[in-house]
T-cell receptor
Framework: NAGVMQNPRHLVRRRGQEARLRCSPMKGHSHVYWYRQLPEEGLKFMVYLQKENIIDESGMPKERFSAEFPKEGPSILRIQQVVRGDSAAYFC?????????????FGPGTRLLVL | DQQVKQNSPSLSVQEGRISILNCDYTNSMFDYFLWYKKYPAEGPTFLISISSIKDKNEDGRFTVFLNKSAKHLSLHIVPSQPGDSAVYFCAASHGSSNTGKLIFGQGTTLQVK
């Protein structure tokens, strides 16, 4: 049973470009969480999605950021018109249960660098 | 507003001795606490958790203690091993949120020599 997959592992973008980060949850998991880790900080919750639904986006910046988890395929975190401050590690976690706390399994992360 | 705080950025311990990592929180609504371990270039891995109805949970070499009145929890690792060298994150959640979102501390880097 493969773990949570994230790709790309590293992504370099110039200011103003778009970044798309993909997350494939573990098999049988239909709950996905996205977290961001800025340098020298802990992980910060961004959004919680179930298949085809955004359940909690209280941690998402109001502009330029969006997330989806379609019926088929991976969850996508999209950042439009990236700025240097978006440089961070973005982690996805999946869970088989709604509101799963200890059952959140994390992927290896995507490290975004904005030049 | 840092609701979960790990005030020690780093800790160095000799192999075989006890490692004690500390975490403080401010939100009294938190009712579930977790510790994650993270190696460089990897995602966090769940280590151990504790519900607010307990004050201690033990799993092998790892024990978590919760002091609700002080809003403080700690992770004890004994005996410490070189493979324990990693960043440890404390996290909290409250069941009433029904989303399971985790609030993380800043992390403590543990080095076991």
């Amino acid at each position: 049973n493969a773990g949570v997959m994230q790709n790309p592992r590293h992504l370099v973008r110039r200011r103003g470009q778009e970044a798309r980060l993909r997350c494939s949850p573990m098999k049988g998991h239909s709950h996905v969480y996205w977290y961001r880790q800025l340098p020298e900080e802990g992980l910060k919750f961004m959004v919680y999605l179930q298949k085809e639904n955004i359940i909690d986006e209280s941690g998402m910046p109001k502009e330029r950021f969006s997330a989806e988890f379609p019926k088929e395929g991976p969850s996508i975190l999209r950042i439009q018109q990236v700025v240097r401050g978006d440089s961070a590690a973005y982690f996805c976690a999946s869970s088989p249960y709604p509101g799963g706390q200890e059952t959140q399994y994390f992927g290896p992360g995507t490290r975004l660098l904005v030049l | 507003d840092q609701q979960v705080k790990q005030n020690s950025p780093s800790l160095s311990v000799q192999e075989g001795r006890i490692s004690i990592l500390n975490c403080d929180y401010t939100n009294s609504m938190f009712d579930y606490f977790l510790w994650y371990k993270k190696y460089p270039a990897e995602g966090p891995t769940f280590l151990i958790s504790i519900s607010s109805i307990k004050d201690k949970n033990e799993d092998g070499r790892f024990t978590v203690f919760l002091n609700k009145s002080a809003k403080h929890l700690s992770l004890h690792i004994v005996p410490s091993q070189p493979g324990d060298s990693a960043v440890y994150f404390c996290a909290a959640s409250h069941g009433s949120s029904n989303t399971g979102k985790l609030i993380f501390g800043q992390g403590t880097t543990l080095q076991v020599k």
